[in-house]
Every structure is written in structure tokens, then in C-alpha cells.
């Protein structure tokens, strides 16, 4: 049976950034850190590349559920020997939106690198930029 597709957490912070109703908000705390308003600026728009990475990767993964489900639902029921035309079209897609994937969770892992030095968030060395990245995400965009 397939899993429902994941919502992104963050969505209706990312489009009062898109539409540039309170970046200053949504930095909450960390923008009183941040004395130039061009760097203000830089933070707002790393943090909304930030989370639409974040959208994509969670997207890239729903793909490859999806993708997964439908080429075991036909691999199950499949004759033993040369594979299906519909299967080999599955593995082809499956291949892409793998690569998809990798991409996604890539741009992701810079624009956290990015969002993190914006901000000048201390990222202790032993938890990795990305895991400070996301438990600020979720403690200051809930």
C-alpha cells in the first residue's frame, strides 16, 4: 500500500517570503544579530532558497516513493526471464528521479551551508550544518 505524500512544513512561510511580507519576522531573533540591512536582505533570500530547496528535496523523495511502489506493484506479478517493456520504462524513471534526488538533496545541503554563514548560526562541529540548519527551522518557523 502506498504511503501518502509528505507536506512540506513550511509552506506558508516560504510565500510570505516569496511575497516579501515579514522576512524580518520569519528571522525572528537572529535579526537583531544582523546590523546591515543588505545582509538582512541576504539572509531573507537565503532563507527562502533555503526552504525552496527544501521543497524540492521533499518532492524528489515523494517521486521516488511513488516511482518505487509502482515498479514492485508490476515486478510482482512479472514472468520470470526478459522484463516487460512497462518495467524497463519504470527502471528508466526510477534512474531519473534517483539522480533527481541526489540533485535535490545537493542543493539543499548548500543552501542550508548558505542560510547557516547569512546568519552566522554557530554550527557545533559534531552535528553537521544541515541538522542545526533543520532544528532552527523547526524551532523558529513553527
Same mark, same amino acid.
Given at each position: 500500500?502506498?504511503?501518502?505524500? $509528505?507536506?512540506?512544513? =513550511?509552506?506558508?512561510?516560504?510565500?510570505?517570503?516569496?511575497?516579501? *511580507?515579514?522576512?524580518? /519576522?520569519?528571522?525572528?531573533?537572529?535579526?537583531?544579530?544582523?546590523? !546591515?540591512? !543588505? %545582509?538582512?536582505? $541576504?539572509?531573507?533570500?537565503? +532563507?527562502?532558497?533555503? +526552504?525552496?530547496?527544501?521543497?524540492?528535496?521533499?518532492? &524528489? !523523495? @515523494?517521486?521516488?516513493? #511513488?516511482? /518505487? !511502489?509502482?515498479?514492485?506493484?508490476?515486478?510482482?506479478? %512479472?514472468?520470470?526471464?526478459?522484463p516487460s517493456v512497462q518495467i524497463v520504462q519504470l527502471r528508466r524513471q526510477q534512474s531519473t528521479v534517483?539522480?533527481?534526488?541526489?540533485?535535490?538533496?545537493?542543493?539543499?545541503?548548500? @543552501? %542550508?551551508?548558505?542560510?547557516?554563514?547569512?546568519? /552566522?548560526? *554557530?554550527?557545533?562541529?559534531?552535528?553537521?550544518?544541515?541538522?542545526?540548519?533543520?532544528? =532552527? +527551522?523547526?524551532? @523558529? #518557523? &513553527?
Amino acid at each position: 500500500m502506498a504511503t501518502p505524500p $509528505a507536506t512540506f512544513p =513550511w509552506t506558508q512561510q516560504l510565500q510570505r517570503l516569496q511575497h516579501r *511580507d515579514g522576512a524580518l /519576522a520569519l528571522l525572528g531573533t537572529h535579526a537583531m544579530f544582523i546590523a !546591515d540591512g !543588505d %545582509a538582512l536582505t $541576504a539572509a531573507g533570500s537565503a +532563507l527562502e532558497q533555503l +526552504l525552496l530547496a527544501g521543497e524540492s528535496q521533499l518532492k &524528489a !523523495d @515523494n517521486d521516488v516513493g #511513488l516511482v /518505487a !511502489d509502482e515498479l514492485r506493484r508490476y515486478q510482482k506479478f %512479472a514472468p520470470p526471464g526478459r522484463p516487460s517493456v512497462q518495467i524497463v520504462q519504470l527502471r528508466r524513471q526510477q534512474s531519473t528521479v534517483q539522480q533527481a534526488q541526489r540533485i535535490a538533496r545537493q542543493t539543499f545541503i548548500r @543552501n %542550508a551551508d548558505g542560510f547557516a554563514r547569512a546568519i /552566522a548560526l *554557530d554550527v557545533p562541529q559534531k552535528l553537521g550544518v544541515v541538522e542545526t540548519v533543520m532544528r =532552527w +527551522l523547526r524551532t @523558529n #518557523l &513553527a
